[in-house]
């Protein structure tokens, strides 16, 4: 069984930086991408970013872009979600998930597109 493993949320100012980590565990399989995405009580979950593995590509939500950047350590098997000047609106459990299907150039921001979803980490954003 493959798992997806998400660490590194918890409760900061507004201002300030977290860095999540999403692992790679159990059964191998091979993805095209990563994305973030993120639920707010009482709202849908939204896209954050994606990052394509064969290109590079990032894609970013208006609402981050600028503030987070998606990453990848091929090494770790795992892709990073740096998160800076965070602000309250960004409080909600963010998910990372990885889609197996080759796309083409541009990677997915479809939450429907993506097979295997890790657990969540809760981000809180103090004011």
């Known amino acids: 069984q493959a798992q997806l493993v998400e660490s590194g949320g918890g409760l900061v100012q507004a201002g300030g930086s977290l860095r999540l980590s999403c692992a790679t565990s159990?059964?191998?399989?091979?993805?095209?991408?990563m994305g973030w995405f993120r639920q707010a009580p009482g709202k849908e979950r939204e896209f954050v970013s994606t990052?394509?593995?064969?290109?590079?590509?990032?894609i970013y939500a208006d609402s981050v872009r600028g503030r987070f950047t998606i990453s990848r350590d091929n090494a770790k098997n795992t892709v990073y979600l740096q998160m800076n000047s965070l602000k309250p609106e960004d409080t909600a459990v963010y998910y990372c998930?990885?889609?197996?299907?080759?796309?083409?150039?541009?990677?997915?921001?479809?939450?429907?597109?993506?097979?295997?979803w890790g657990q969540g980490t809760q981000v809180t954003v103090s004011s």
């Open positions: 998930a990885a889609d197996l299907t080759y796309r083409g150039a541009r990677p997915s921001v479809d939450p429907d597109a993506y097979d295997y």
């Open positions: 159990g059964r191998t399989f091979t993805s095209q991408a």
């Open positions: 990052l394509n593995f064969s290109n590079g590509k990032t």
